[in-house]
Nanobody, 115 residues
Framework: VQLVESGGGLVQAGGSLRLSCAAS????????MDWYRQAPGKQRELVAT????????NYDDSVKGRFTISRDNAKNTMYLQMNSLKPEDTAVYYC?????????WGQGTQVTVSS
């Protein structure tokens, strides 16, 4: 089982980035998926969730209206489109899923938003 994030980088406030999470080793289309983030000195927090078929999404209030979570089950890939980025969005972003009571995390991708 593997989750690999990509697409992070340095962007100015107001800019956009699209993160990708490539999944392998399991039946991606059967799993609900999440994006989390962890800023320096802070706890990891849930950013967005998407159900296995992509029909239902949920967002933390801090990103609602700016971020969009999506997935392409044919490509075993999940995305996070981030628009109108703010310095407070600076964090390492992780994709995540559950297997029963076991959690699986990617290695993370750094997003840095300069003011």
């Amino acid at each position: 089982v593997q989750l690999v994030e990509s697409g992070g980088g340095l962007v100015q406030a107001g800019g956009s980035l699209r993160l990708s999470c490539a999944a392998s080793g399991f039946t991606f289309s059967l799993r609900d998926m999440d994006w989390y983030r962890q800023a320096p000195g802070k706890q990891r927090e849930l950013v967005a969730t998407i159900t296995s078929g992509g029909g239902t999404t949920n967002y933390d209030d801090s990103v609602k209206g700016r971020f969009t979570i999506s997935r392409d089950n044919a490509k075993n890939t999940m995305y996070l489109q981030m628009n109108s980025l703010k310095p407070e969005d600076t964090a390492v972003y992780y994709c995540h899923t559950w297997f029963g009571v076991l959690e699986t995390w990617g290695q993370g991708t750094q997003v840095t938003v300069s003011s």
